[in-house]
């Protein structure tokens, strides 16, 4: 499948997704497996609107609540541990375009993010690419996270720096 084909599947099925009603959880997950090609936990909970610009490059673990309005732009790979929890509005970028002006039409950077076990990731927070955050950490409201993210910290600000250790 080329990558405008890719892209193409990720819309439509993103769409559809969409449609389904809250309360049909059981629904979700199908379409979201059907999305990333991998199966999901029971425990995985969704709240629609949700956008991806792959999907087949997102791997979710177990016990993983997404909130609505999130993003996943997936070229570069996202993984995401167990027990994590997205506020509204997440966006996880893990893709972009050289800073140079004569490749930026025609080329894309990309680098994987890592999501560790038990984050908390607030509402409307941004996540780029090549991020990795460490296990248990938090991701304030709003933040723009372009470094990795020590576990048990509480990272918040543009761009995002460790405010305290939790837990």
Known sequence: MSFVERVQRAHRLTEELNLLRYADQEAIRAAWSELTGQVIDEKFHLIPPVYSDHGVNIRVGRNVFVNQGCRFNDIGGIEIGDDVMFGPNVS??????????D??????????????????IGASALVLQGVTVGEDAVVAAGAVVTRDVPA????????????????
């Open 103 to 120: 490749r930026r039409r025609t080329g894309i950077t990309a680098a994987p993010i890592r999501i560790g076990r038990n984050v908390w």
């Open 92 to 101: 996880l970028i893990s893709s972009g375009h050289p800073l140079e002006p």
């Open 152 to 167: 048990r910290t509480l990272v918040g600000g543009v761009p995002a720096v460790v405010l305290k250790e939790v837990g």
